[in-house]
């Protein structure tokens, strides 16, 4: 039953922050996670301060606005035009994080917080937190938390479908539609904070960026549909958790490190060998049309000088002899040009023909 | 007080090598911030992780095992596996559809992920390898932890990259600004692009055991967008950021000895302190001008 | 007449997509040529492949004379960091860094060609300013003084008139002008095709493959730039059917 709990939550947080992740990639901004991931740090910590108690939801909502502060900072830096684009996020995600570490070794020298927790996460200990209202038990918590998230999320996609789509892929014409892209898009990045907090204590932060990047990457390499992308990335995400809490078993470790190693390999098995825009697939189209532009200017050259030797063909493109021979050889099997003496070529009959017309 | 503290060796090690450490940090980030290429540094520094604890293995089997935790072997670990990361997030972003940023967070997702996988096996090991806690102190840095042995080796690495970089200037600061026009200039681009990252690589690691990898972004790009408010040159922007970053690690380093606050946290938030003030107030550029001149 | 820049069966091509088509062509000598044609039609890769630093899939660029590097480029002002901590004057210096050695400084005799070039494009006073103070006429000028320090004898434009107000426009032509009466080839990347017959002697037409090339007179007719653009009349259209099988490919 133990470890049912943990494969349930295991899986329904990654598919939570594999949706939320495809939101970002197609943003261009996937390393907006990275940063949330660490920048709901003083929010937690400052709520804890005050209601001095771990499970106040008042936590999730403090750490959500403190990942939203980030973003807004990150936003408003930019738009000063003082500090190049990129180097906003890294700034102040850094320095959220280091104040709220801060705060945690000033004020809560003797409270467990660790700080290992917070890149770590740990979900074995997460079913042992069950969720008990009235004597009934609904279950761990945090399956009662991430399902929550993943039901708001879910609805959030459905409901503003277009808007979204549009929101993302040409924000000036959904302006344009009235279709409130800043309003949509400050709905999105509040679900990703929310998702990012709701996640924390359980998949740590390493774990947070893994399952929001990876699935999504990998997805993108194999469809461009919005839809189908977000169906894809969930599945990868649901193949990651599951091989993930099985090896965590296997080695005896909490099943975070190693369901990151799995989306990662993922990705990397799908970079390689995704049937249209993965890495193999990518050099031998290259070669093939690269091969395609060698043929047609060579039977270009030929058919433009009527009768040409191979020498001189080869000083003409700056080939090698060797390199010329196989695209000669290649295009006389073809049929379109043919030997005409020793090292002599000239157009076929039938290209000449082909030509004419 | 801070006199007996700064006259006790350990003290006195640990602030001179985090002066030196933000110093070099600090000069080479600027080059980072100024390519856009800052994210790079925080994807470099988590990177490096794998690499330590396979070098800290590494030294475990087969030299002594007291060494295993000195810069000298972890460093050229971290060194490669933080280069590594970086030509592969090129080679993903030059030959596939996936963007740079989805690459960056790919690469830091699996590069980080498998490092902490494997210093957590590594911590449980049976019996227990001695000093595999130590790796800890690289997630958020312990400059306390530095020994004059470390010193040697961020003195020898920070002077080698610093020199490096003021030799090669001109080449760096063209390819820094405009990498196809210094092509069309007969300059070697693939190699300066390689020397580059591998200065950028060795000012991120040199300064994993002061910061931490989570922090390390911070040393190296916040001096460099700092320094940038004051001044319109390339060649004080470097300095000052050497500058800001030396003093701000330094005064950390003994705020963190006082108090025992942690090191890296120290430093960061000095340094985001000094970077908003020079935003709000450098002359001609800050904030505050800006909103006198508008009135 | 001799020749300043030739190519010879000149294919760049881009993962797949050829950029150019086996392109011959001839620039001569003390011209100023006009490189025309479309969006997508492979002129800043021409001006590319002739700097070399891009590979060529097969053909050669051959550019007279024997200087070190005899050819200078002026890129698109668009390509760079505007923002970047330097000034005019530094900028401008960039220009001599390809003709110093790995770890030598630029001197006096560096910062003398600079202020002589400034002059030229008549920027002096604005020697010590940051380079995104500059206005956009202002930015291609002292692009153009950077281009003069390298000291070459062919100077290649990537579209110098883009974003660039009239006043400036007919200062960097009368510059371009004179740069060419004193020995100087001049090759450029133009839009406005309203202009052409007036600054050119000499017209590259570009569509991936070479429409045509030749003097301005003779080449820059109306069938040639309908077939260039792709702005077809009927005739026309059929015409290119007939002809250009098998170029989209």
Redesign the interface.
């Known amino acids: 039953m133990y470890d049912t709990w943990t494969l349930l939550i295991a899986t329904v947080t990654s598919v939570v922050c594999a949706i939320c992740g495809c939101l970002l990639l197609v943003n261009r901004r996937a390393m907006v996670s990275e940063g949330l991931s660490h920048a709901v740090l003083p929010g937690l910590v400052i709520a804890f301060i005050f209601v001095r108690d771990i499970t106040s939801p008042w936590l999730i909502v403090s750490a959500a606005v403190s990942g939203m502060v980030m973003v807004w900072l990150t936003q408003a830096l930019q738009k000063t035009g003082l500090v190049e684009p990129d180097a906003g996020l890294g700034i102040v995600f850094a320095g959220m994080f280091s104040v709220g570490i801060l705060l945690v070794s000033l004020e809560l020298e003797n409270v467990h917080f660790h700080a290992d927790c917070i890149i770590d996460g740990d979900m074995t200990m997460a079913p042992l937190n069950m969720l008990e209202i009235g004597g009934r038990s609904f279950g761990p918590k945090a399956l009662v938390v991430m399902s929550l998230m993943l039901v708001l999320t879910l609805s959030f996609v459905a409901i503003c479908w277009k808007e979204l789509k549009l929101m993302l892929f040409d924000p000036l014409l959904a302006d344009q539609f009235r279709l409130r892209p800043g309003l949509i898009q400050f709905v999105t990045l509040t679900l990703i904070s929310l998702t990012t907090v709701s996640a924390f204590n359980v998949a740590g932060s390493i774990l947070i960026v893994a399952l929001m990047v990876a699935p999504p990457a990998a997805a993108l390499l194999l469809t461009n549909r919005l839809g189908l992308l977000l169906v894809v990335s969930s599945i990868i995400a649901v193949f990651s958790s599951f091989c993930g809490t099985w090896l965590a078993q296997q080695i005896d470790v909490a099943p975070n490190g190693p369901m990151a190693a799995f989306a990662g390999f993922v990705f990397l098995a799908v970079l390689l060998f995704a049937p249209r825009r993965g890495l193999l697939a990518g050099m031998i189209e290259s070669r093939r049309q690269q091969g395609q532009i060698r043929d047609q200017l060579v039977l270009e050259c030929i058919t433009g000088a009527g009768e040409v030797s191979e020498p001189d063909l080869a000083t003409m493109l700056r080939w090698t002899a060797s390199d010329l021979n196989r695209v000669l050889q290649r295009l006389a099997q073809g049929g379109s040009i043919r030997q005409e003496s020793d090292s002599t070529w000239t157009v076929s009959e039938r290209s000449r023909n082909e030509s004419g017309h | 007080m801070p006199d007996g503290l700064l006259s006790d060796y350990t003290v006195r090690t640990v602030v001179s090598g985090s002066a030196m450490i933000g110093a070099v940090s600090g000069s080479l980030g600027c080059f980072a911030y100024l390519r856009r290429q800052s994210l790079v540094g925080d994807v470099v520094s988590h990177a490096s992780l794998p690499g330590i604890v396979i070098a800290f293995w590494i030294a475990q089997a087969t030299v002594h095992q007291s060494s295993s935790l000195s810069m000298w072997v972890l460093m050229p670990g971290a060194i490669c596996a933080g280069l590594a990361a970086l030509l592969l997030t090129r080679l993903i972003t030059q030959r596939t559809h996936i963007k740079p940023d989805a690459g960056l967070g790919v690469m830091l997702a699996i590069f980080f992920g498998s490092g902490m996988m494997l210093l957590r096996w590594l911590q449980r090991a049976n019996p227990p390898l001695t000093g595999s806690s130590g790796l800890d102190d690289y997630l958020f840095g312990m400059a306390a932890a530095m020994t004059t042995s470390d010193l040697a080796m961020i003195g020898t690495l920070g002077t080698l990259a610093v020199l490096t970089m003021v030799l090669s200037w001109n080449r760096l600061k063209v390819f820094a600004f405009d990498a196809e026009y210094s092509a069309c200039l007969g300059m070697p681009v693939a190699r300066i692009e390689i020397l580059l990252l591998t200065l950028l690589v060795i000012g991120i690691v040199i300064g994993l055991q002061v910061v931490g990898v989570v922090l390390m972004i911070s040393l190296l790009v916040t001096p460099a967008a700092a320094a940038r408010q004051w001044t319109q040159h390339l060649g004080p922007m470097v300095c000052l950021a050497a500058l800001t970053g030396a003093i701000c690690s330094a005064a950390g380093a003994v705020i963190s000895a006082l108090t025992s606050l942690p090191t890296g946290p120290v430093i960061v938030v000095l340094l985001t302190s000094v970077f908003l003030l020079s935003l709000v107030l450098a002359p001609g550029r800050g904030l505050l001008f800006r909103r006198r001149s508008h009135v | 007449m001799s020749f300043a820049i030739r190519t010879?069966?000149l294919?760049v091509?881009y993962?797949?997509?050829?950029a150019l088509?086996?392109v011959d062509l001839e620039i001569p000598e003390l011209s100023m040529t006009g490189i025309l044609g479309p969006n997508g039609a492979g002129k800043s890769t021409l001006l590319?492949a002739i700097?070399g630093?891009i590979p060529?899939?097969?053909?050669?660029v051959d550019v007279a004379g024997t200087q070190?590097?005899p050819?200078a480029?002026v890129?698109q002002r668009t390509?760079?960091?505007w923002?970047?901590?330097?000034?005019v004057l530094?900028?401008v210096m960039?220009?001599t860094?390809?003709r110093?050695r790995?770890?030598?400084?630029?001197g006096r005799q560096e910062r003398e060609d600079a202020m002589a070039a400034l002059e030229q494009v008549r920027m002096t006073e604005f020697a010590d300013r940051?380079i995104g103070e500059l206005s956009g006429g202002q930015q291609q000028r002292i692009f153009l003084a950077r281009a003069f320090v390298?000291q070459a004898s062919i100077y290649l434009l990537d579209e110098p008139f883009a974003g660039v107000d009239a006043k400036t426009e007919t200062l960097i032509i009368e510059i371009l002008r004179q740069l060419r009466e004193t020995g100087n080839t001049i090759v450029f990347v133009h839009h406005d095709l309203t202009t052409v017959r007036s600054y050119f002697d000499h017209v590259v037409l570009l569509n991936r493959r070479l429409i045509e090339t030749g003097p301005v007179g003779d080449v820059f007719t109306e069938e040639n730039i309908q077939q260039t653009y792709g702005v077809m009349s009927h005739s026309l259209l059929e015409k290119k059917l007939t002809d250009g099988?098998?170029c989209d490919?």
């Open positions: 010879q069966q294919t091509s993962g797949g997509e050829p088509w086996n590319k700097l630093v060529r899939l097969s053909g050669s070190n590097t050819v480029y890129p390509t760079v960091d923002d970047f901590p330097t000034t530094d900028l960039m220009g860094y390809g110093l790995w770890f030598q400084r630029p940051q390298q099988q098998g490919a």
